[in-house]
């Protein structure tokens, strides 16, 4: 059974650093063709796709987010990591993880966790 | 990058009724597409990858076709469940896995 779920502060002041951590369980990234991406949504409004790490350490980024972004991952923890700098309130969103196998969508999601920025 | 154009933006259809979407992009992304449904409150949920394939346990009335820039999402006969967003999405550019603005299908 494949789970993800994210983790960080609900709560960031603008010009900080945001830090989101994905946990997850039941594949391993070291497996060829596996990715773990990162998907945001402001409230009400669509999705918007981040960033994505494959299990040979491809790296992909938003290019409108890419100077701000950084991807990472830990195989040993089964983590992804995402650290998204100069934090505005116009990033207050739901943060989602999710895997994703090379040639295909994403089919297993956290929930989702809501990040506000305000002072 | 790649930008992906849906439309329409929003419709309104009743139980029974065929429904197609499109999503277009603004360049060739061969057939890496995706079409996800979300539904308020939840994650997005994968119906179809690779522009034609129906992912598991999606019932058979979703299909999408299409290749290049041109892709179609379409309902045979909604359902009352069927009620929700959907989003097309491309994994073809390394420069990142871009989503549409998305279409929300209401109930007319």
């Known amino acids: 059974q494949i789970t993800l779920k994210e983790s960080g502060p609900t709560l960031v002041k603008p010009t900080q650093t945001l830090t989101l951590t994905c946990t997850f369980s039941g594949f391993s990234l070291s497996t060829s063709g596996v990715g773990v991406g990162w998907i945001r949504q402001p409230p009400g409004k669509a999705l918007e796709w981040l960033a994505l790490i494959y299990w040979n350490d491809d790296k992909r980024y938003s290019p409108s987010l890419k100077s701000r972004l950084t991807i990472t991952k830990d195989t040993s923890k089964n983590q992804v990591v995402l650290t998204m700098t100069n934090m505005d309130p116009v990033d207050t969103a739901t943060y989602y993880c999710?895997?994703?196998?090379?040639?295909?969508?994403?089919?297993?999601w956290g929930q989702g966790t809501l990040v506000t920025v305000s002072s | 990058d790649i930008q992906m154009t849906q439309s329409p933006s929003s419709l309104s259809a009743s139980v029974g009724d065929r429904v197609t979407i499109t999503c277009r992009a603004s360049q060739s992304i061969s057939s890496y597409l995706n079409w996800y449904q979300q539904k308020p409150g939840k994650a997005p949920k994968l119906l179809i990858y690779a522009a034609s394939s129906l992912q598991s346990g999606v019932p058979s009335r979703f299909s999408g076709s299409g290749s290049g820039t041109d892709f179609t999402l379409t309902i045979s006969s909604l359902q009352p469940e069927d009620f929700a967003t959907y989003y097309c999405q491309q994994s073809y550019s390394t420069l990142g896995y871009t989503f549409g603005q998305g279409t929300k299908l209401e109930i007319k």
């Open positions: 999710a895997h994703h196998y090379y040639g295909s969508g994403s089919l297993y």
